[in-house]
């Protein structure tokens, strides 16, 4: 069945650095891919997806590209500021209308000044 | 436009009692999910609705656990008896019937057994 790995966290980074986070699949077809985030005491909510192979998604200074050579959907941010302090999952949907959504562990991020 | 609703947000039960939980999908939404999040974990998808109908039931305890939508809107989610391994947030989502399309969470209900 389908499948998402991420990079386990967590993940501690300074102000302004760079962010990269790693997230593979397994999939059969050509599922849409998904990255969510969770703040402390709020829920999940998207924060950028892609649906077909080479696309770019971007939110709030976010990307990540699908890559179908690789089966890799990574979240990359060029600055973090504190308030990306969260937990982000890596999602796919699998092909066809009535397809399951596949959730990832989970990467605690911790941004420090 | 309105969110997922749920409810309750917050239960403490003890173990071998029963309890339901409340969803309220985003209007037009035919597909609904269950999915039970353990803490540190990623959510774990329960059961998958569309419309009515079950299309997704595989990692359902249904020993213990039951899940009903009814009319193809809101749905509850019961579990009869707990066990202590149940804690976790229980999450309701839902989304338009295609796959390029995201789906929307509610809040959650942290069920803590005891």
């Known amino acids: 069945g389908n499948s998402v790995t991420q990079m386990e966290g967590p993940v501690t980074l300074s102000e302004e650095a760079f962010l990269t986070i790693n997230c593979t699949y397994t999939?059969?077809?050509?599922?849409?891919l998904f990255w969510y985030v969770q703040y402390p005491g709020e829920g999940l909510q998207l924060l950028l997806k892609?649906?077909?192979?080479?696309d770019k998604g971007s939110n709030k200074g976010f990307e990540a590209t699908y890559r179908k050579e690789t089966t890799s959907f990574h979240l990359e941010k060029g600055s973090v500021q504190v308030s990306d302090s969260a937990v982000y999952f890596c999602?796919?949907?699998?092909?066809?209308?009535?397809?399951?959504?596949?959730f990832g562990t989970g990467t605690r991020l911790q941004v420090t000044l | 436009e309105a969110g997922v609703a749920q409810s309750p947000r917050y239960k403490i039960i003890e173990k071998r009692q029963s309890v339901a939980f409340w969803c309220n999908p985003i209007?037009?939404?035919?597909?609904l999910y269950w999915y039970q999040q353990i803490l540190g974990q990623g959510p774990k998808l329960l059961i998958q609705?569309?419309?009515?109908?079950?299309?997704?039931d595989s990692q359902l305890p249904k020993d213990r656990f039951s899940a009903e939508r009814l009319k193809g809107v809101d749905s509850t989610l019961k579990i009869q008896p707990a066990k202590l391994e149940d804690s976790a947030v229980y999450l309701c989502?839902?989304?338009?019937?295609?796959?390029?399309?995201?789906?929307?969470f509610g809040q959650g209900t942290r069920l803590t057994v005891v």
């Open positions: 892609a649906t077909k192979a080479d």
């Open positions: 609705f569309q419309n009515n109908g079950v299309v997704d």
């Open positions: 999602a796919l949907k699998g092909a066809g209308t009535a397809s399951k959504l596949t």
């Open positions: 999939a059969t077809g050509y599922p849409s």
């Open positions: 209007s037009g939404h035919a597909t």
């Open positions: 989502a839902s989304s338009l019937p295609r796959q390029n399309t995201e789906a929307f």
